[in-house]
């Protein structure tokens, strides 16, 4: 009977553009990931100063990488800016001229992830990002350089002029120092510019995804009552049991089968094409400040999971809307304003702001989510939004599927 | 075979759309006969469980119908009067997806469904998307859907509605092949429908059963005569709002009526043998339609 129903959806000619629509999406999203989009943009600039893309650029990137491939100890460090002060003194690195300062950019290229965390790391504030900061840099220490982290934390927690000073209760202050402190240093590092980009753009493809199978799905009870296919469909054996379970099937599959292939596809093409190294890399390399001591394989696998919790659920609800309110109109709408409720709310007191975090919207953006400090405090533990919201959507899909199976089930002909 | 409807009453905010009905049901074909809006969407509805009573109960040999659930829709077969379907499925696709609704394996439902679409004469159009099909074929799709499991009770709701007059002879025929065995509900507005074919007819009026019987038992049960008189072109219009006329036929020089009336209305009057036409004249004060607006 799942069958039928997946019939029903993909037989009109909306269901098949939808479908189009879908895969053009995943193609869209594949192509730009090779080519740079939004976020992040992989690229090599070359001895002229001009950034030059495409696989041969890549090559070029990674190689320049490779030679600061290892643990990002003192001697590394040391390496680097010293590097960096070399390039500096160089005319072109002195130059106001563009092109040549490009040049002196492109010289940087392989230690550049390196000099943004010295950048972050000798920042006055814990807020401040200076670019310039490891220019004025001479000597380093291994041990600052880690330790900057947490004292600027600290520092930034602690002080009586700072909204963080209130915003966040001891236990979670305790919390946020304990997760620093967690990680361990030095880190490895390599070039990982392939699942940057990857978790850079993650979002958008589950985003787009969920509104078009939030059209797929948004028919699946409502249609049986603008059809008229409803009196005879209820006044079957199996219409009110096995049939209204197969059409949540449908829907659950059909959510599971698009948003698992489409990411896959994405995932494999975009590290196919810019590399799968650097998977055991922890995130922090990218996100200095993140509270996730996680690598960027495990971000990845947190992004997936966390996209399909958050789909399944907007699918799970929109079905629900269709079932109760009969109306595929109302259903098709529900993705949306999930979605674009959050953004207008943004923004406006702190405790908005983590209610908003706890939207499943927040799950299709799991990586815009690793440099955030939503805490959620619970019977008096301290958790990350995320360790909250990813099994509560779980939870609350699970308990959606009865719910729509009552029903639809009940409902009345009149 | 015992589908028993007792003191059933739909209350809508009301308005009793069925009124305190009260009937009993086995092997057979049963017409009921009502003008728009008497109830008999309503009462099929409740029959088909797609509607909660607001008071009175259904029984199958004995057995409430709601509580019997599935075993109960086991039964039944229904074409809606506002038959609808799943527009981009194929004849045989929706055919073979009832089928597999009504809990037929699907080795049973193919070979059911070959047979039925013989029955009919839909094998040419097997292959058809449903929205291309004409309104005749749609209904005869929609009764080969009622039929797919056999039904014990099968309910159709205005079945010939928006036919035309050879596929609504087509219609008859099939319906009365397929009553052998069963209760067959049918329900029109139409006498001509079911005069022949119903072994009872029930007439209903606003949600209540009227009067129920044979069709010779109806007819007998009229109280008044049914006269033929000729009547000059001026004066139809004075008898027209004088009398119950069931018929007006234009003669040379004026029109033969026929008319329902107690007394010879005119000195001309003959009087003649009443049809179940007179008869659902006589009680819904209005002519039985042949033209129809429902579809
Ligand atoms: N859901 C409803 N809510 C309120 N009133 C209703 C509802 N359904 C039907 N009715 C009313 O109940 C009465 C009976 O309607 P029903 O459809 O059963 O009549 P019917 O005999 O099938 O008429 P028709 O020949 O036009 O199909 C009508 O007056 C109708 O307006
Ligand atoms: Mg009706």
């Known amino acids: 009977m799942i069958r039928y129903e997946l019939k029903k959806i993909f037989g009109s000619v909306g269901g098949k553009i939808a479908l189009g629509l879908y895969i053009a999406t995943v193609i869209l999203s594949c192509f730009l990931a090779a080519n740079g989009f939004m976020n992040v943009d992989v690229k090599w600039v070359n001895e002229q100063g001009e950034s030059e893309r495409g696989f041969q650029a890549v090559q070029k990137l990674r190689e320049a990488r490779n030679e600061w491939e290892g643990y990002l100890d003192q001697e590394m460090l040391t390496k680097a800016i010293q590097e960096n002060s070399r390039i500096n003194a160089t005319p072109e690195g002195q130059s106001s001229n563009v092109q040549k300062s490009n040049i002196a950019y492109g010289w940087k290229q392989g230690f550049s992830p390196i000099r943004e965390m010295i950048n972050r790391s000798y920042s006055v504030g814990f807020r401040t990002y200076d670019y310039y900061r490891a220019d004025r840099i001479s000597v380093i220490k291994e041990e600052t350089f880690y330790g900057n982290r947490t004292r600027q934390l600290k520092d930034w927690l602690y002080d009586k002029t700072d909204v963080a000073y209130d915003l966040y209760t001891e236990a979670e202050k305790q919390y946020l120092i304990g997760q620093y402190e967690k990680l361990e240093t030095p880190f490895y590092v390599d070039y990982h510019d392939g699942w940057y980009q990857f978790l850079e753009n993650a979002a958008l493809l589950p985003m787009l995804g969920i509104l078009i199978i939030g059209y797929m799905v948004a028919g699946i009870f409502s249609n049986e009552f603008k059809w008229k296919a409803d009196t005879v469909y209820f006044s079957t054996l199996l219409g009110r049991n096995k049939a209204t379970s197969s059409k949540i099937k449908a829907g659950l599959l059909l959510v599971t089968v698009l948003y698992w292939a489409a990411m896959l596809i994405y995932s494999f093409v975009t590290l196919g094409y810019l590399g799968f190294e650097g998977g055991n890399c922890v995130v922090q390399l990218r996100v200095w400040k993140s509270l996730y001591n996680i690598t960027f394989w495990q971000a990845w696998v947190l992004t997936l999971i966390c996209g399909y919790i958050g789909n399944l659920f907007l699918t799970a609800l929109t079905m629900f809307i269709s079932a109760k309110t009969k109306s595929s109109v109302i259903a098709v709408t529900t993705p949306f304003v999930i979605m674009f409720i959050p953004s207008f709310l943004q923004g406006m007191t702190d405790w908005l702001d983590t209610v908003i975090a706890m939207m499943p919207v927040s799950l299709l953006e799991f990586y815009q989510h690793l440099g955030t400090f939503n805490l959620i405090t619970i019977f008096g533990k301290v958790f990350r939004v995320m360790d909250v919201s990813l099994p509560l959507y779980a939870i609350l899909t699970v308990a959606l599927v009865p719910v729509i199976y009552q029903e639809f089930r009940r409902k009345q002909i009149v | ?295």
């Not at chain 2, 009124?19 to 086995?26: A, G, H, I, K, V």
């Not at chain 2, 009175?56 to 057995?63: L, P, Q, R, S, V």
């Not at chain 2, 007059?165 to 092949?177: A, G, H, K, T």
């Not at chain 2, 179940?276 to 429902?294: I, N, P, Q, T, W």
Request: net charge neutral; charged share 25%; glycine share 8%.
């Open chain 2, 1 to 295: 075979m015992d589908l028993r409807i007792s003191n059933l009453t739909k209350d809508f905010d009301g308005f009793k759309a069925v009124n305190n009905f009260s009937y009993s049901l086995d092997c057979g074909v049963y017409g009921l006969l009502g003008v728009n809006g008497a109830g008999k969407t309503t009462l099929m509805r409740m029959l088909t469980t797609l509607m909660k009573p607001t008071s009175g109960h259904i029984t199958w040999d004995g057995e409430d119908v709601f509580a019997m659930d599935g075993k109960y829709r086991m039964l039944l077969g229904y074409l809606p009067q506002d038959f609808g379907y799943y527009p981009d499925f194929s004849v045989y696709d929706y055919l073979m997806y009832i089928a597999a609704l009504k809990g037929i394996r699907p080795a049973v439902a193919r070979q059911r469904v070959k047979e039925l679409l013989k029955q009919v004469g839909l094998v040419k159009a097997r292959n058809k998307k449903m929205k291309t099909l004409s309104g005749g074929m749609k209904r005869r799709a929609g009764i080969a859907q009622a039929m797919l499991n056999d039904p014990k009770i099968l309910i159709l709701d205005e079945p010939t509605a928006g036919l035309d007059p050879s596929e609504r002879i087509r219609f008859r025929n099939l319906i009365s092949e397929l009553s052998e065995d069963r209760i067959v509900l049918l329900s029109t507005h139409i006498v001509s429908d079911i005069e022949y074919i119903a072994n009872d007819i029930l007439l209903m009026k606003d949600g209540q059963l009227v009067i129920s019987g044979t069709s010779e038992d109806i007819i007998d049960s009229m109280p008044e005569s049914v006269w033929i008189s000729r009547v000059s072109k001026s004066s139809i219009d004075v008898c027209l709002k004088r009398f119950k006329v069931s018929n007006v036929k234009t003669v040379p020089g004026g029109a033969e009526l026929r008319i329902i009336s107690r007394k010879q209305p005119t000195e001309n009057a003959i009087q003649v043998d009443a049809t179940l036409e007179d008869v659902f004249l006589y009680y819904f004060g209005e002519r039985a339609g042949e033209d129809d607006d429902s579809v």
